[in-house]
T-cell receptor, first 116, second 104 residues
Framework: DAGVIQSPRHEVTEMGQEVTLRCKPI?????LFWYRQTMMRGLELLIY????????DSGMPEDRFSAKMPNASFSTLKIQPSEPRDSAVYFC??????????????FGPGTRLTVL | GIQVEQSPPDLILQEGANSTLRCNFS?????LQWFHQNPWGQLINLFY???GTKQNGRLSATTVATERYSLLYISSSQTTDSGVYFC??????FGAGTTVTVRA
């Protein structure tokens, strides 16, 4: 398997623009997680899905952020409108949930977002 | 939420040295994982270890759940061990990490 795939790897945009980050989990995994990493706040869990259903979105910072998982092989994280403080590396991870949401997670390479 | 504290924040090692990284957490957990983030940013899961001891090559980990801490041991360190080591608990709250630099 190719592992978790994220696109784009780098995104530079201007404040106010819509940004869409994409993730393809490992085939057969039933949990998908979105994380954000910044120097100030470290790694933060934003939201996770089980069988395409959002389970916990308490980490989503505000209404400008939304995430969807229309099918088992694709998820998006959208920021609209984007702000400079959204600049971060966004990671997607997936796992196979024998133990529920606590199973070993496999991370994608991340998307480095810069909002000017 | 659960607080996760890692120590030391930074560690510089000579190649071949052994080291111990510590993770303290503030409440009972049924999930604890150790991750390594390499200098290129890739996150790799090292251990799922809510309790007990596991070993994988030169790395091993021990979690004493009743005392709310976990230890990650690196033996015979190599330059490829450099990076940031994160402890994460529950769903998942990450510590701030320990930055390890191994010098040749």
């Amino acid at each position: 398997d190719a592992g978790v795939i994220q696109s784009p790897r780098h995104e530079v945009t201007e404040m106010g623009q819509e940004v869409t980050l994409r993730c393809k989990p490992i085939s057969g995994h039933d949990y998908l997680f979105w994380y954000r990493q910044t120097m100030m706040r470290g790694l933060e869990l934003l939201i996770y899905f089980n069988n395409n259903v959002p389970i916990d979105d308490s980490g989503m910072p505000e209404d400008r952020f939304s995430a969807k998982m229309p099918n088992a092989s694709f998820s998006t994280l959208k920021i609209q409108p984007s702000e400079p403080r959204d600049s971060a590396v966004y990671f997607c991870a997936s796992s196979y949930g024998k133990r529920g949401s606590t199973d070993t997670q496999y991370f994608g390479p991340g998307t480095r977002l810069t909002v000017l | 939420g659960i607080q996760v504290e890692q120590s030391p924040p930074d560690l510089i090692l000579q190649e071949g040295a052994n080291s111990t990284l510590r993770c303290n957490f503030s409440d009972s957990v049924n999930n604890l994982q150790w991750f390594h983030q390499n200098p290129w940013g890739q996150l790799i899961n090292l251990f799922y270890i809510p309790s007990g001891t596991k070993q994988n090559g030169r790395l091993s980990a021990t979690t004493v759940a009743t005392e709310r801490y976990s230890l990650l041991y690196i033996s015979s360190s190599q330059t490829t061990d450099s990076g940031v080591y994160f402890c994460a608990v529950a769903k998942l709250s990450f510590g701030a990490g320990t930055t390890v630099t191994v010098r040749a």
